[in-house]
Structures are given as structure tokens and as C-alpha cells.
């Protein structure tokens, strides 16, 4: 079975500038979350959704938005693009909402900013 | 955000068993104590959850305390592909993953 993927692997783009990020669940799944991870700390929550409806968002600007799919793949956004922004963006994906699923993440896409 | 406190990095000789600690003093009655590690240059993965009992599974084993304020993370034999991050998380319904900075465990061959 496939498990969580994610597009672009790598990506290089420049301040001022915009950048889609896009995730694949494990199929059955109906729930993606985004993180951020920064080098050296540990992930960021962003944002989750299930069933194509946001159900959480952590600290992060306007800049960033999201959204999901009738087949429940996600895209992340993110505008105006600043240094602060390089980093490692995972995405994970979950049978549902309840505390007791398990998180299962994908590669994630290395977002560098110049 | 439920706070987790871990040790910034703990050191285990291959084969040996390892034990990660993890404090939570504000932890309420309806958090799950789920652990994660992630690999160099991997995504996080799933290791183990429980709320109250101990739990074990093929990866780990969790013993969580008896006023649930702490709970360890047992790693039996330890091999050098278990070199990863830890972390500690509470999660309850409603609540998102919030990811602490976690304890990097180097594995001595």
C-alpha cells in the first residue's frame, strides 16, 4: 500500500514569492494535517482538515492557507514568501479526527527561500 | 497546548535496552500519550499510544505512571536504526499533535 506522498520534493523559490505544496493520503483516510519543521526543532502544527472542512489551525499568518479535496488530497499555500519560511513541510494523514488514530507522515517537501 | 518535558539526548549501546523518559504534571484525564520518532531525513512515525495501562507493541513497550504524570518509553534492544528523535506527545479530542523538541537517542555500536 502507498503511503503518504507528497509534491514537490525539493523546492527553491525566491522572497516575495508564492508556493503549493500538495499531499496524497494513505488511501481510505480522510483526515491531512501540515506541519513545519524548522532544523533542529520539532514539527509545527499548521493546519488540519477532515472531510474537506478545516478542523484546526496553530500560530501561523494569514499567509498560509490550505485546503482538501473531494478525493482528500490537500494543498498547502503560502504567499508573500519570507526567509523565515525555509523549512521542512510535512504532511500526515489519519482514519479521523479522535485521539486515539495514529499520525502516519510522509517524506515532506523541502522548501528553501533566497 | 499540554506540555511534555523530555531530555534533550540520551546515549544506549546497540542491543542493550533503552528507557526514555517523559514528564507530563499537567496532563488531564482525557489525554492519550502518544509516542513518534523520526529517522534523519524521514517524516516522524508512529512507535506507540496508550492513556492508562501499559502498553506494548512490535516497536516498543509504554509504562506510564500511576498518576500519569510520567511515562517511559521502552526500547528493548536497542540497534543502530533506532538513532532518532523521541518525542512525547499529549493529545486529547480537539487537541492537534503539538511536537516538543523531543530527545535525540544515539545508539553506540
Known amino acids: 500500500d502507498a503511503g503518504v506522498t507528497q509534491s514537490p520534493t525539493h523546492l527553491i523559490k525566491t522572497r516575495g514569492q508564492q508556493v503549493t505544496l500538495r499531499c496524497s493520503p494513505i488511501s481510505g483516510h480522510k483526515s491531512v494535517s501540515w506541519y513545519q519543521q524548522v532544523l533542529g526543532q520539532g514539527p509545527q502544527f499548521i493546519f488540519q482538515?477532515?472531510?474537506?472542512?478545516?478542523?484546526g489551525r496553530g500560530n501561523f499568518p494569514d499567509r498560509f492557507s490550505a485546503r482538501q479535496f473531494p478525493n482528500y488530497s490537500s494543498e498547502l499555500n503560502v504567499n508573500a514568501l519570507l526567509l523565515g519560511d525555509s523549512a521542512l513541510y510535512l504532511c500526515?494523514?489519519?482514519?479521523?479526527?479522535?485521539?486515539?488514530?495514529?499520525?502516519?507522515f510522509g517524506p515532506g517537501t523541502r522548501l528553501t527561500v533566497t | 497546548d499540554a506540555k511534555t518535558t523530555q531530555p534533550n539526548s540520551m546515549e544506549s549501546n546497540e542491543e542493550e535496552p533503552v528507557h526514555l523518559p517523559c514528564n507530563h504534571s499537567?496532563?488531564?484525564?482525557?489525554?492519550?500519550i502518544h509516542w513518534y520518532r523520526q529517522l534523519p531525513s524521514q517524516g516522524p512515525e508512529y512507535v506507540i499510544h496508550?492513556?492508562?495501562s501499559n502498553v506494548n507493541n512490535r516497536m516498543a513497550s509504554l509504562a506510564i505512571a500511576e498518576d500519569r504524570k510520567s511515562s517511559t518509553l521502552i526500547l528493548h534492544r536497542a540497534t543502530l536504526r533506532d538513532a532518532a528523535v523521541y518525542y512525547c506527545i499529549l493529545r486529547s479530542t480537539g487537541n492537534q499533535f503539538y511536537f516538543g523538541t523531543g530527545t535525540s537517542l544515539t545508539v553506540i555500536p
Open positions: 499537567t496532563i488531564s484525564g482525557t489525554d492519550y
Open positions: 482538515y477532515y472531510e474537506k472542512e478545516e478542523r
Open positions: 496508550g492513556l492508562t
Open positions: 500526515a494523514s489519519s482514519s479521523g479526527l479522535a485521539e486515539i488514530y495514529e499520525q502516519y
